[in-house]
């Protein structure tokens, strides 16, 4: 009886892998969320098609898709000249979508009077030069900095494009989630933090900090406006990347992704809908 | 029947060597996965800059306007984005009237190969070998508006490269210099010199195609130390940060914090754990006994990583109110609040361990103990505990054993900055005890995820499996002689 029911078992196996389409998404840690809810949410629009989500980083998703070895490359930065050369080389022909935006929020201490920072004095607080709150004209309090750990795909962003490759101060604490930043920052009087909007947003213990990209610029509050004119300085696009234009299951994947039912989802994880939904 | 009794014998066997090499096995593999952070490529950059003769000395070639970066990366890393473009490198008529410097990257085998059209700003940040025998020329020009005599080549290592920790002899010197001019060849060996300054006679690009005509000069790396020496002298120095550009693999911060915590969290968990121990074995009445051991023993088995939220919501806060303002503390995740936890870890285990190991005093000490006139408390302390004694450094040994190498208290507590504690003054040592931390095991969770397969950062992360294995089994051991040694006779 056992060895019947493991036939069937098997058998179903055989005849789903055979009749459901699978699309490969690989790439960006950062994403990972993202293309898992997508991937869901394609099942229930389409159950014929199947889409295999796997993490590991935006590089290894683009080496994937250099050696040709997944349908799609999820990616939080752009691909690099010589990344580009490399799949060509090899026969691939890299086809860059925008598929969200993502923006990054500085935030406080609700406490913390500070009004807005530049993007120099973000970056000497996080690799520990400015250590105390009244070295940006705020009151005489500790600063107390909380980053993502290297897990994370945020973390590397922070560090290339605020901290321009910088080391991080000696005091920086390093949390596992995003949510535990949220957390500490909220009871932490000197606290400051980074992380998707979609994470302080509506905290009444928690402030979000206008940025000005120069010194002598006006700040800018990281909203779905600012950040999608590219205005606010700390953003970037996440992008698939496909081989040429996309065609069949792929290109009906992407066009979903794309309208207003895939963009709604980024919203809803925390990034940007490319446009106004 | 005798047949069951010689199968069973055999099981044994076969299970005891089966487990034992499987456990053998294992440790070889964590050991193997630790030969990629031998690797033999070691990131290393320099800029370069033409400077105007009377810029002053703080002007630095990274903050000069046209600098050339020369860098070689073992790995491209993640999320590099604007930072990364290929940037041509001026031309003369794209900055007509405005008086500049510049120096212009390229990259060939030959110095013949040079060409105009093909000068670049920071073209390096791939992936290279420094064996392959390719040549970093860069280029130095001025532009028509420049008029002094002289110039200022500048020179710097890249923020984050420490040249004297380079495995290469690395060297910056003058290939060519335009025709016509005059200049004394150098040679400079960037490990005695990492940064400075000289002046050479000015010369002007007129045209785009001129500039391929200038001064020529060179950074060149050649294996000097061997990669093997240079990884090794890598792991044990002070800083780990394998995300930057530079990577620094130094394990010393990351295992003195793990030892620091674990020693800790014992000088905690040891008397109350004792104390524990005797109370049950000792003084509680029978019925209560039947209820608090293993109540103990399951509270033993408490997932770690819910000990570790508790601390997070509980116990932070708690000790960041009590003892903050006195000790200075910033944030509830430091070293103090996840060597608590790790004790209330570790007490359930050293208690029921030593509950055993008092078991196990024969009736007739405790008999002589009460004939001699003794009261309880004279037994307890004179009598039992130093018959115990061996027993009960065993358990507690075995206790940090598991505290050592617990992953998720440690990782959710502690604050995750790896650093190098240092205990000099007593201040300090309050600075470390309140301050952010990070040990071994923790890092291998957090980093595992984001680490490129069989890289060198990948090999490092296993070789830190191998201390800490190492590091338990040591323990273990230990535990396992002291508790064999019997310290009472009958």
């Not at chain 1, 998707?196 to 509506?202: D, I, L, R």
């Not at chain 2, 193997?32 to 320099?46: P, S």
């Not at chain 2, 115990?388 to 604050?415: C, D, K, N, Q």
């Not at chain 2, 931390?437 to 995820?449: F, L, N, Q, S, Y």
Request: contains cysteine.
């Amino acid at each position: 009886m056992k060895k019947h029911w493991l036939t069937v078992l098997l058998a179903t196996i055989a005849v789903a892998s055979v009749s459901a389409q699978q699309i490969s998404v690989k790439g960006s840690d950062t994403m990972l969320i993202l293309n898992q809810r997508w991937a869901e949410e394609y099942s229930k629009v389409k159950p014929s098609v199947g889409v295999a989500v796997t993490g590991g980083g935006s590089s290894i998703g683009i080496n994937a898709f250099i050696n040709g070895v997944t349908d799609i490359c999820a990616a939080s930065r752009p691909m690099r000249k010589s990344e580009v050369d490399r799949a060509r080389s090899r026969g691939s022909i890299a086809n860059e979508i925008p598929v969200a935006i993502d923006g990054l929020a500085i935030v406080v201490n609700a406490s913390n009077p500070i009004r807005s920072l530049t993007m120099d004095q973000v970056r000497r607080i996080f690799i520990g030069e400015i250590t105390n709150w009244n070295q940006v004209g705020g009151p005489n309090l500790p600063i107390v900095t909380f980053s993502r750990d290297s897990n994370s795909g945020t973390y590397g962003f922070f560090q290339q494009n605020v901290l321009l490759n910088r080391n991080w101060g000696k005091g920086v604490r390093f949390l596992p989630a995003t949510s535990e930043i949220a957390r500490e920052v909220a009871r932490t009087p000197g606290g400051v933090g980074y992380g998707g909007v979609a994470y302080f947003k509506n905290k009444p213990s928690l402030k979000i900090v206008p940025i000005a990209p120069r010194d002598g610029v006006d700040p800018i509050p990281p909203d779905e406006e600012n950040v999608r004119a590219k205005r606010y300085p700390i953003w970037r696009y996440l992008y698939y990347y496909t081989n040429g234009k996309p065609k069949g299951a792929v290109a009906d994947y992407i066009n979903w992704v794309l309208s207003p039912a895939g963009q709604r989802i980024a919203e809803e994880v925390g990034y940007y809908s490319l446009k106004p939904l | 029947m005798r047949w069951l009794g010689r199968l069973f014998e055999a099981g044994v066997y076969v299970t005891g060597i089966t487990v034992s090499l499987v456990v053998l096995v294992m440790f070889y593999y964590v050991a193997r996965e630790a030969r990629y952070a031998f690797g033999d490529t070691f990131a290393w950059g320099f800029r370069l800059a033409l400077l105007p003769a009377d810029s002053s000395d703080d002007m630095s070639p990274g903050s000069a306007p046209y600098t050339t970066l020369v860098t070689v990366n073992a790995e491209g890393s993640d999320g590099l984005d604007e930072h990364e473009e290929i940037v041509p490198a001026p031309s003369v008529s794209s900055v007509e009237g405005e008086m500049m410097l510049t120096t212009a990257a390229t990259l060939v085998s030959d110095i013949t190969d040079i060409r105009a059209d093909r000068l670049y700003r920071d073209e390096w940040r791939a992936l290279k070998t420094t064996q392959q025998g390719d040549q970093f020329l860069v280029l130095g020009y001025a532009t028509p508006r420049y008029q002094q005599k002289t110039m200022v080549l500048a020179w710097e290592p890249d923020s984050g490269f420490d040249p004297t920790l380079s495995p290469y002899r690395l060297v910056l010197r003058l290939v060519r210099a335009p025709h016509g001019v005059d200049v004394q060849p150098f040679d400079i060996d960037l490990k005695r010199q990492p940064s400075g300054r000289i002046t050479l006679p000015a010369w002007v690009a007129r045209t785009d195609a001129e500039r391929s005509n200038g001064y020529v000069f060179e950074i060149q790396a050649t294996p000097h130390r061997s990669a093997f020496w240079a990884t090794l002298r890598g792991i044990f120095s002070t800083e780990w940060a394998p995300t930057l550009m530079y990577p620094r693999y130094g394990v010393l911060p990351l295992l003195i914090a793990t030892t620091l915590m674990s020693v800790l969290a014992m000088l905690f968990a040891t008397p109350l754990a004792v104390a524990t121990a005797l109370y049950l074995s000792e003084i509680a009445q029978p019925r209560l006994r039947e209820w608090l051991k293993p109540a103990l023993e399951l509270i033993a088995s408490v997932p770690s990583v819910v000990l570790g939220y508790f601390g997070l919501m509980f116990v932070a806060p708690s000790l960041q109110n009590w003892l903050g303002q006195a000790l200075g503390m910033e944030s509830g995740r430091n070293l103090l609040t996840t060597s608590v936890m790790l004790a209330v870890l570790a007490i359930p285990i050293v208690a029921s361990v030593t509950e055993d190991v008092l078991k196990t005093v024969p009736e007739s000490l405790r008999e002589s103990a009460m004939a001699l006139g003794l009261t309880r408390g004279e037994m307890l302390w004179k009598v039992l505990l130093p018959a115990a004694r061996s027993g009960i450094m065993a358990a507690v040994l075995i206790g940090a054993a598991r505290v050592y190498g617990e992953t998720m208290i440690v990782w959710i507590l502690s604050g995750g900055t790896a650093s190098m504690p240092s205990l000099s003054s007593l201040q300090d040592v309050s600075r470390v005890l309140v301050g952010s931390t990070r040990g071994v095991p923790d890092t291998i969770a957090i980093e595992m995820g984001n680490v490129a397969f069989e890289s060198v950062h990948y090999g490092h992360l296993f070789l830190l499996g191998v201390f800490l294995f190492a590091a338990t089994v040591l323990v273990n051991l230990t535990a396992l002689y002291i508790g064999r040694k019997q310290v009472w006779r009958v």
